[in-house]
C-alpha cells in the first residue's frame, strides 16, 4: 500500500518560513492531485492548496499569496513553501494525494500522517 511521508515541519516566529515535503512510499506510476490540508486544535481539517500532475494549482483564501505548491513528477513529491507565516497558521498539516497508480491497484484520497507547524507571535 502506497504511503505519504511528511517532513519540514517546526517552530518559526511569526513573519517567518518554512518549507514542507512528502513523499511517497512503494513504487508508484502516476499521480493525479497532490497537495496538504491542516488541522488547528478544535477546528476541522481545511484545504490549504492542491496541485494536479499538469501543475493546475489552487489555494485556500487565507495562505494565497504567502504559500507556493509544487511537484516533482520524476520523485512522486510535493512541496509547500510557506513565507510570511502567522500563528493563526499553526496546524498539524496533512500531505494528500488522489488518484495514485501502482502497478496493482489505483488509490484514491490518501493522507499522511501529518507534521505540526507552529508560529509563535
Known amino acids: 500500500q502506497v504511503q505519504l511521508v511528511e517532513s519540514g515541519g517546526g517552530l518559526v516566529q511569526s513573519g517567518g518560513s518554512l518549507r514542507l515535503s512528502c513523499t511517497t512510499s512503494?513504487?508508484?506510476?502516476?499521480?493525479?492531485?497532490m497537495g496538504w490540508y491542516r488541522q488547528a486544535p478544535g477546528k476541522q481539517r481545511e484545504l490549504v492548496a492542491t496541485?494536479?500532475?499538469?501543475?493546475?494549482?489552487d489555494y485556500a483564501d487565507s495562505v494565497q499569496g504567502r504559500f507556493t505548491i509544487s511537484r516533482d513528477n520524476a520523485k512522486n513529491t510535493v512541496y509547500l513553501q510557506m513565507d510570511s507565516l502567522k500563528p493563526e497558521d499553526t496546524a498539524v498539516y496533512y500531505c494528500?494525494?488522489?488518484?495514485?497508480?501502482?502497478?496493482?491497484?489505483?488509490?484514491?484520497?490518501?493522507y499522511g500522517q501529518g507534521t505540526q507547524v507552529s508560529v509563535s507571535s
Open positions: 494528500y494525494a488522489d488518484r495514485v497508480t501502482t502497478p496493482t491497484t489505483l488509490e484514491r484520497n490518501l
Open positions: 512503494g513504487r508508484v506510476l502516476n499521480i493525479h492531485l
Open positions: 496541485i494536479t500532475k499538469s501543475r493546475s494549482t
